[in-house]
Each structure stands twice: as structure tokens, then as C-alpha cells.
């Protein structure tokens, strides 16, 4: 028995999939197209590879290859850290008593400790291919920063990483992993941009938004050469890359003969959502299954359940191509009080399209509720959750009881996206009861929609 | 190939090995016996059972049963995050441009973030079985504590953790952490025990040791009902338990036809090391292999390349039985600007007399040149590791480097112990620059000397 242990020796063993899923290829209505901001027309490939890689762009546009080929290099990368452990959640299932299964794919076991390591690898081998020499982005919690501050290391990139004020002031461990892997962090809004500056002026106690840091990001970008852009999340190649999450439980559940009833992740801009639910989405959408998709996301910034579905910019300062997508307006910012990711205006386009068309449901949970959920999840699991992740957990938890109600035996998938290693402070309030919850009033969001650009309505 | 994914879809796969290995039964010469402090003559069961769970006693001081069988309440438990990662360090090979295969065996995928799991979750288990109330315990860096807060937890116990002061205040989140699986984390030492009261009357501003919150947890374990005392390291148990990574590591390589060369551990109590090696050593006793095997501590804490090998006690109060080990003397207390854990003034007994017989070679490092091998190893592998185990890395990589000196085709092996996600306070002053080393003095090290028992020297 001892004797046929599968481990991650992967000299012999090669789990890595092949290819990543591009879900728009199933869609009979495609997502709106970006829009170039000053003619409106839907963005060429030349408009965005001023900002983008040129892969990025490609990948961004391309609607209709399904299967999109893993670079063996890129793969290679890959198979440091994956296959993530796909675990079936026993003792989850017997605290709550239900007659569900619950699986969940654990992305949180990665040295930047969530699934965004699965793009920023891509991102970063392409500009490495494409011969540029540095990238910069924005990050909000973190986990993308270090993801991509980690993969800017193994290729050798250098790297700035706007990070959202309230996050860097929350998280000093979060920057000093990022200046570990050798990368730049500056606290967003910052003097070291236009964009930043004339927020300042505005708003010189502003918390940040990913919205800010996002223009800073950019404009870092366009003026420094050599360099281009990357967005950990909201956008379709992004989502792309993310679907690995997928393809590899598509994988074990075909192996296993496991068919899912319901899939839940939580969602920010999108990206581990996207990815999760991928090749099964693609399924239901040809029409061969009936699997129900569930949105998590918080009551403090509700894009899917309370925005409105229009264009608008992915960023504060309005630099952006315009992204028909759930928004909440690009001037919309999220409570101080909100611990951990999903703090982002928007939601990406192909999802947002899909739960306009019925295909993908939304929830809105409160942080409370979601860290009373982590918290008995550790205990029963044994894994400390990230509190976006958690987002996942409470639905699935819920999911679970409704089935132990109506006595049904349900499949349930959920995307742990990473571990909260990081988010100790927060998890500190909630264990002092300090923490508090957010729901914006129908005036804040209204304050938010204003920022809405007129022209695209 | 997307379809033959191994994964740790744990239903169907049964890879975790059903045996621990006691080391012990392999040596023809056992380690001495530990003492009654009183009367000096080994301790008997009955003598140990007031501290420790029955079962553990048992297994201390069980030196002729080599495989002891896992419990399959504890398998369950371990399915849930285990095989460990079984890694070749391909990319870090092609840095250092070495003829050496590097494997590592990465143990801190698991939410405590370390091996320590291993042992914690065992103990928790025998003392349910045993019907105990609770636990107490002490941890230096805080891994021990985290595991053993997570697998008390798990198993429904309540849990006291005497954390060393200094480590306390440097690490909030990893107190954070333990508190958040509902243990009472008591910095030490404390005005809580008498042990306490009587180290901070002879020195108000001391930082703590190890030594001194092992007598605190005694203490008020002895004189709580329902409750024992667990170590997670020195112990001759506690390695059996460790074991499970050494069983993973020789079942994968036997699978593979890997025949290792150089195994390499970091040593503070010895409780990875000796797990790690243990049926590997047991080959070297039995005359079938010739592997190497390398202990690597801090410089600032040199129990086995600057100790003495003696009788000693575990505590400072000099309230534990005395084993013979290489020892710093139980008064001796590391720098506090040493950073993470192998902070302890002794050895486990049978990895000193495998040292003491020459089967074991030992080696200090400084803690910048450990903090140098870590960030290299972060870019490179995109593991950021924990201090602990960085001492085992600046070896491997010494080791492999010394292959390409001579053009030798050497399988290494090492131990990642853990991640640095909660040693970002130390990352952060080796990033500043601030980082300092400590070696301590020969007139540094007689002073811990003079703590020896006389009785026993």
C-alpha cells in the first residue's frame, strides 16, 4: 500500500493539462466587445498592445478556439506547484450532516498562497518571450502582487506593484513577500503618477481602490520602456489562464466518474470563477449538462447584485478601453472595513454576460457571516481559508444544509483560492468581535453609478 | 494526458503509508535510557504517564518494534493534507549548474504550514482515545503551536500554549492563528505557573526559551485534571510520528528506482531530521546503503557542533527526566535576534548517539548566510521557505555545488520543512538589510554549561 503512493515527482508523472478552455468558444451570444474609449468602435489588437502584451491581446480577443495550447515552457512552471490538491471534503460533510458531497480544489497551497499564480505565470512567460524587460500592476489584498512578483522572479522581470493604500497599511507582510521576490511596491494613490496625483488632490485621505491603482499601473507602463501592463483578474485572457483550475478537476471528476450539480466560486473580478467553472460551464452551454453556477460576492461591493449592466472603464482615472460588464461604476470604492480581496468596481465581461443570459446565479454574503464560515471550515478541514475563499465556503455550506432539508444528494464543487496566511488581521477582529459589516445604501451606489461614462450608457 | 491527472482525490487513492518507522529497532547500540531525576534510574512507564498520553510512553520508550502501525482515525486526519509534495528541484539543478538530482520533501502545504502537523495530530488523537480534556503545550516559533491548536481543534480538546516571549511578539499573526482555532496562547514566561513566577523573578526582562515554557506547560498540565503535557520535538515519539515523511519520501523513490546519496535536515530538537531519515538511516544500520546524512543547525543555537553530550534536563525548572543528549545546558537561551525556530537547548537522545557513533555528520550556518540560501531558493523553486528549513537548503545547495567541483552525478535530498509565511518580520529585516548574526562565545556557551546537573555529568 505504502508502495503506490502517487506524489508530485513529477519527472515520471505528467498531470499537467495541455490546454487551457476558452469558454467564450461555446457561447452562442458572445460578450460585448471592448470599446476603444474616445471612438467607441470595438478595440483593435493595435489599440491594446500599447498597454498589453501582444499574447494577452491576442488571447483577449479570440472568441472562438475553444482549447487554447499551454506553452511547454510555461508548463514546466506549472508542474512546481500542480496539480492543485482537489480534496473531497469527508469531515465538512459529516459535521454538517448532510447527504451532499462536497468537493473543493485547493489552490492556497502555492507559495503566493492563491490561484492567481496560475495567470501571472502566464503573463510573465509571454513578456518574457516578447522581449520586454519589466511589467507593473496593481494589486488589492495582495495575492495577486505576490503571484506575480514570484512568477517576475523565475523569469526575470522587473517589477512595480501599485498596491491599494488600505491593503499596504493592512498587510505590511503582504509588500515585504513582494520585496522578497525582488519587486517595487508603492502604496496607491501615490506622487509617483499623474493619475495618482490629481486622485490626491481630490481626495488626499482616500483608502485606494484597485480602480486607482489601475491608472497608476498603466501609466507606470506606457511611459517606461519596455515595459507593459498586467491585470491579475477582470479580463478574458486572464480567465483563460485560470480555466487550468478547471480542466484539472474536469479531469479527476471524468476520471472518477463525478458529475457536479452545483459549482460555486467566489467573485471579485472574476478570474477564479472564470477559471473554475470553465469546461463546465462550456458543457452546460452545449446543452450536456444541467450544472447550476453560483457567484459569491460581498455585501460590501455587490457588482453582480446590485450594479448595472453597461459600459464602463476598468479604471479610476478612465484610461481604459470601455468593458460592457456588472458594475458598480469605476468611481465606486468599498468600505475601509472590508478585510481581503473582491473589492473590485466591475466584474468581467463573459461572466457578466453569462448571469445576464441566466446561466450563472449571484449572491451577496456579508463579511461576518463569511468569517463565522472560514472559521468553522478551519476547524473541521484543517485548512485556514483566505477570506475571499470563504465567500465560496458559506455558499457551499448553505448549499449543503438546503440539501440535508430536502433529504437530496447532491454534487457540490466549490474553488478554495487560497489560505489566509496573510489576512491574520482581520481574522484578529473577528476573533476580538471587532469586526464589523458593510452594505452600501442605495445612495452610496448611487454614488458610484454617477461615475458611469455617459457616452456608452 | 489531461485525463490521467494523479490528484489527492483522496476517495480512491490510499497513499498514505499505514507504518511509522522506529528508527531505534535498526541500532545495535540503543541510545542511554532516560532517568528519574530523583533517583536517577530509568524512568518507567508509570513515572512518564503523569505528563505524557499512555500512548506516547509507550512508544518513548518501545526501542525494538521497527514499523508501528498508523491508526486509521489518525490515516483519516492525515489524508487530508497528505503525501507532502515529493519535489525535484529541477530548476534550482540548472541554477547552480549542477551534474546533482536535488529532491526536496516540501511539508509546509498544509495549514500549519509545517511538518509539525504530523506529530500534533497524532497526539491529539491518542489523548481523544484516552479520553482526555485537553492539552497544554509550548512553542517557540509558533509552527508547533499552530499544528497542534489545528489538530486540537480537529479532535475536539482544549489547548494551552506557552509561547517563548520573544517569539510571541515577533509573530502576533501566528498567536492569531492559534487563536483562531480556539487555543489560549499564554506568552512565557508568565505569571501563570510557578515555574514562571520563579524565571521572571531571577531575570524581569528575560525573553524566554524554550526551556522555560516547556515547565510552564508541564506545570499546569500536571495540575489540571483530564489533561497531559505534548512536545513537539526531541522526544524519541514525536520522531516516530515524524516518520510518516521519511515513509513517504522511501515509498516514492522505491517507486522510482531513487536511491539517495545525501539526506540533509534542518535540527533543532531533531524532530523533521529524524523523521525524514528514519528508513533511510535504518538501511545504513542494516549495511545496505551508505547514505549520507547531514544535520544543519543555527550557529546561534550549536547544540550538536559546539554542545556537550550528557545527561540533561528538558526545562529550565529542571522538572523533566533526564536524557542523554548533546545539550547547550538547560539555561542556555539563544540571542533574541535569532530569528524562527532550532532554538532548543538539546537534541533528540537517538539522533545524538547516532551522532555520537558517527552515522550522523552535523554543521552550523549564520542566519544571513541561511536568509541568502532562502531568497535564492524563493526565486528560483518559488517556494519562499521558512528559516528552519533554509538551514537544510544552504546545505543542499553547498552539497550540490560541491558535485559540480568534482563532476559528481549525487541524488540530494532535503527537507522543506515549512513556508516563511509567518517570518515576513525577519524577511523583512534581512530585505533592509538589518539582519544580524549571533555566534555565541565560548564564555557564552560555559554559562549554559554550568546549568548542567551535576549528578548526571
Redesign the interface.
Known sequence: ???????????????????WYNLRADMTEKPDPILHPGTLRPASPEDLEGVFCKESVKQELDETTRLVEIPEGLR??YR??R?A????A??LEKALDTPAEIYYKHEG???S?SHKLNSAAAQAFYAKEEGLSGLTTETGAGQWGSALA?AC??FGLRLTVYMVKVSAAQK??RK??M????AEVVPSPSDTTEAGKRILSQDPDTSGSLGCAISEAIEKAVRAEGCRYVLGSVLNHVLLHQSIIG??VK??F???GIRPDIIIGCAGGGSNLGGLIAPFMGERLRGVSKTRFIAVEPASCPSFTRGIYAYDFGDTARTTPLIKMYTLGSGFIPSPNHAGGLRYHGMNPTLSKLYRDGFLEARAETQTDVFDAA?RF???????PAPESSHAIKAAIDEALECKRTGEKKTILFGLTG?G??D??A??A??AGTMTDYIPTDEDLAKGFSSLPQTAR
Open positions: 500500500m505504502a508502495h503506490t503512493i502517487p506524489t508530485r515527482l513529477y519527472a515520471a508523472e505528467d498531470a499537467i493539462p495541455r490546454f514546466d512552471f512546481a506547484y496539480p490538491p482537489l480534496i473531497r469527508y469531515f497551497t502555492n507559495t498562497g514570484m522572479a523565475f505590511p507582510y515585504a513577500l520585496e522578497t521576490y525582488g480542466q484539472e479531469a479527476a471524468d476520471h472518477y472559521v478551519a476547524k473541521i478541514e484543517g485548512i485556514l489560505t496566511y496573510f491574520m488581521t481574522y484578529t473577528y476573533n
